[in-house]
T-cell receptor, first 113, second 113 residues
Framework: SQTIHQWPATLVQPVGSPLSLECTVE??????LYWYRQAAGRGLQLLFYSVGIGQISSEVPQNLSASRPQDRQFILSSKKLLLSDSGFYLC????????????FGQGTRLTVV | GENVEQHPSTLSVQEGDSAVIKCTYS??????FPWYKQELGKGPQLIID?????GEKKDQRIAVTLNKTAKHFSLHITETQPEDSAVYFCAAAGGTSYGKLTFGQGTILTVHP
């Protein structure tokens, strides 16, 4: 069966520090991968998605970037964090091109101080 | 782009009662409408979804209805239980990429024993 892993679960970082959040998927190949952010008390907002290695589409201009160095690995990064980057970051995957459901990881709670 | 509105923002019911959450969407090209349940500190979990070629779908105590003409869809939970308490999100997607979702703002459902 397919599983999705995100780490770390929680992270507290000072303003101006770099960020690297990692997401990996097991049990599937060539998935579509997504990064979402959820601000406190609000819905989820799509940040980036990827349909293959090295292919990244950005939905919202911001202080963050994404990379997909391997088929089942998706990384969210920042060179210098802002206070406004605080939130709950969620990775999701779906089977590519088959119109299948999207499944979410357990998320990373990022607090920028 | 797509815009999804969700109501109510909070819903409080007694155990055994029914709960209804409603969403409207703006993009007539959207063809996939999932509902996610999110418990505190966890990632969203898909509970039911409906595609645009179907008007209603039911899974035990949960049902979803879709009115394409009016561009609205609803989640119905019958015989609510305290473990149904969570935040519920509706979402919409178009094309064949069901992970590229636009979410509503969420409904906090509280079921009182």
């Amino acid at each position: 069966s397919q599983t999705i892993h995100q780490w770390p679960a929680t992270l507290v970082q000072p303003v101006g520090s770099p960020l690297s959040l990692e997401c990996t998927v097991e049990g599937t190949s060539n998935p579509n991968l997504y990064w979402y952010r959820q601000a406190a008390g609000r819905g989820l907002q799509l940040l980036f998605y990827s349909v293959g290695i090295g292919q990244i589409s950005s939905e919202v201009p911001q202080n963050l970037s994404a990379s997909r160095p391997q088929d089942r690995q998706f990384i969210l990064s920042s060179k210098k964090l802002l206070l406004s980057d605080s939130g709950f970051y969620l990775c999701a995957w779906e089977g590519q091109g088959r119109g299948t459901e999207a499944f979410f990881g357990q998320g990373t709670r990022l607090t920028v101080v | 782009g797509e815009n999804v509105e969700q109501h109510p923002s909070t819903l409080s019911v007694q155990e055994g009662d029914s709960a209804v959450i409603k969403c409207t969407y703006s993009d007539s090209a959207s063809n996939y409408f999932p509902w996610y349940k999110q418990e505190l500190g966890k990632g969203p979990q898909l509970i039911i979804d409906i595609r645009s070629n179907v008007g209603e779908k039911k899974d035990q105590r949960i049902a979803v209805t879709l009115n394409k003409t009016a561009k609205h869809f609803s989640l119905h939970i019958t015989e609510t239980q305290p473990e149904d308490s969570a935040v519920y999100f509706c979402a919409a997607a178009g094309g064949t990429s069901y992970g590229k979702l636009t979410f509503g703002q969420g409904t906090i459902l509280t079921v009182h024993p």
